[in-house]
């Protein structure tokens, strides 16, 4: 993308930060992110803190943020509250949040707005409560119906409180219920992983994320890993789980749209994540949250004080930005497609890009066919279950590629 256009679509108010693009036509998403936890889980990575007397300031901060954000002239369906925890946000915190959104932003009728919940958090009178405040989509963090596995994970759930909450969504009249779960558990079976999920479907969720362990560094899972206090499990291991769960899950009407994620028909695929992974528009709010406008990426600072201090001088609470280059695009792009079930398109990638995937990737996709791991029908490639075992591999192919 030449200069001039790049120009065109970007403008800067004041040196901050907006980037209002007319021309798109895709509906975009926002993703508020709230980061208290009762207690940080040793795996996560994600920014939290455990101190809630601060809740009322950040509440207060991301009202103020939304109206420093509203100029970006976009149209969202998808309204997603992640974190941390935002099931310790009461009902009404939910509310207020949902409708000052509304308020600074274009939403469709139809907008899907999902809360995740930690099964620990929540009961059946705060799931109706929640539905009452507008949302219409939950996701429960279960990751685990074993408590010997949920210990490891180091929730602060039990797998009872788990089956409750799970039942409890369901009696509060959600219809688009998402079960979070964790493999790759050391000391897990794949039969020990097979009763997690037989268990999950028991509750006819719409909708299955089921995540690989990884010890992500600086974590304290990862400390303990390297001070020898637990094996992870191997690689092999690992893959039969994966393929056992892709098995299992499409035998019982499951499709697998994305890695790590299931539905039960395409409108029970979060809308919200798949704009992750297709590059369309979404803004992030909240302290550590990611925004991203075709060709511009930036985030917020990653601490509560920071973020609420810049918002306090009326400052967007930028950490950073990146104004991705032509090359940037065209490797994220093929990274994220392959990460879904539709896989690339290849005449959009050529529109969008201005060169021929086939004639550039040749020698990749040709190795790729030949080993089983990427099929192709008319114009469009993806790969198999297979190829998603070894997905990030594959993409750092295609990425040493010269074009």
Known sequence: MCASIVAHR???????????????SEAAGIY????FCVRKCPYCDF???TD???IPAYLNALHQEMALAEKVPLQFNSLYFGGGTPSVLSPDQVASLRGKAFSHFNFSDDVEITLETNPGTV???RFKAYRAAGVNRVSVGVQSFSNDRLRFLGRIHTADEARDAVEAAGTAGFDNICLDLIYGIPGQTEN???????TALSYSPDHISCYMLTCEPGTPLDQDRLRARFKPMDDQNLGALFRATGRFLSERGYDRYEISNFARCPAKQSRHNSKY?????????GVSA????DPVRYWNHRSVEDYIADISNEKPPRAGNELLTRQQRIIEEIFLRLRTGQGIDMDAFDRKFGISFTEVFQGAVSCLTARGLLKISGRRCWLNEEGMLFHDGIAAMFARMEF
Do not use: K, Q, T
């Not at 970007?10 to 798109?24: E, G």
């Not at 508020?32 to 980061?35: E, L, N």
């Not at 020990?192 to 037989?198: A, F, G, H, M, T």
């Not at 990611?290 to 406008?293: A, D, L, T, W």
């Open 10 to 24: 970007i403008h800067l108010l004041d040196s901050r930060l907006y980037f209002i693009m007319p021309d798109i």
């Open 32 to 35: 508020i992110h709230i980061p």
């Open 47 to 49: 920014y939290s803190i």
């Open 52 to 54: 809630f007397s601060r």
């Open 123 to 125: 009961d059946s009178n």
């Open 192 to 198: 020990s992983w097979i009763r997690d999920l037989e």
């Open 277 to 285: 992974w297709v590059s369309a528009p979404y803004i992030g709010l």
């Open 290 to 293: 990611h925004s991203f406008i």
